[in-house]
């Protein structure tokens, strides 16, 4: 099937990326009017601060307004999307933080860390000025490349006043609050998340009609189970262009119809293409 370019985003929206090489933090700064992005999680704690105008997004089923110099807080699987209900568009900086890493660091700083339970944020949004300052020096040191000491001490930092607002919840699972049906159906996307799934067979899978599982699966986790796919694929996607492998490998191995596909999918929940995240990832050469 031949190549189709994958669409540009539109100019008055930009996207500066980095990635530290030490810790693999991503750095992001963006600006955006109107739509911002799609629903979709990501694998990592996002943490970043609102430097402009009005940002506007859905998670833990309640709509956030964040505004200039809130922190907004996403743990890892948590759905959300993005807009800008002002002409003016929003500005933000943000901070993408490896589970793992972030849990290990964490537990340096809590002197008796819960055993088998992991970091959680107390709220989404707050106005902790120190909080914000201290992502703003973080994002500086770790975006503009300073020195190993001086990243690893804006980090430091960070950590300490992030620890006013995390809790430690236990890491249970399978999660006992959710139904059977979504929890079978999760598992079984994640064990098959590289082949073509039916609904059918999903629910073949769960022992239920498919429209029982449509519904117990939507409530359960906010998407489809064909929208949970996706963004499953895509983050893998994500972890793997940014080791280096190419956007047709990728797309291939995932289980998209060919590179256009993984793009327009990519595109519409990061605002970045796969070959430019990549790109910036990897620090391959224009």
């Not at 200039?68 to 933080?97: C, I, N």
């Not at 899978?205 to 895509?234: E, T």
């Amino acid at each position: 099937m031949p190549y189709c370019p994958e669409p540009a985003v539109p100019s008055h929206n930009w996207i500066d990326l980095a990635q530290d090489a030490d810790t693999g933090i991503e750095s992001v700064r963006a600006h955006f009017k109107g739509h911002a992005y799609d629903p979709h999680w990501h694998d990592s704690y996002l943490i970043g601060v609102t430097e402009q105008g009005v940002q506007q997004f859905h998670c833990r089923q309640l709509q956030h307004l964040s505004t200039p110099g809130k922190v907004f807080m996403l743990e890892p699987g948590e759905l959300h999307d993005g807009h800008a209900p002002t002409e003016d568009g929003f500005t933000y900086s943000m901070l993408y933080l490896d589970p793992q890493w972030l849990e290990h660091e964490l537990q340096a700083l809590f002197e008796q860390a819960p055993a088998a339970s992991q970091p959680s944020f107390a709220d989404t949004l707050s106005s902790d000025v120190q909080l914000s300052g201290a992502i703003a020096r973080a994002f500086q040191a770790l975006h503009g490349g300073e020195l190993k000491m001086l990243r690893q001490t804006a980090m430091d930092e960070l950590l300490g006043c992030m620890t006013r607002h995390t809790l430690w919840r236990k890491r249970i699972d399978p999660d006992p609050r959710l139904p059977q049906v979504a929890r079978r159906a999760r598992e079984y996307l994640h064990a098959h998340c590289t082949e073509d799934i039916g609904l059918v067979e999903l629910a073949q899978a769960c022992q239920v009609d498919r429209f029982r599982l449509n519904r117990a699966f939507k409530s359960a986790f906010g998407l489809a189970p064909h929208a949970y796919l996706i963004q499953l694929r895509l983050a893998k996607a994500r972890r793997w262009l940014a080791r280096g492998d190419s956007p047709a490998v990728v797309a291939a191995a995932l289980g998209f119809a060919d590179q256009s596909h993984l793009g327009r999918w990519f595109l519409r929940a990061y605002r970045l293409t796969p070959a430019d995240y990549r790109r910036r990832c990897a620090k391959l050469p224009d």
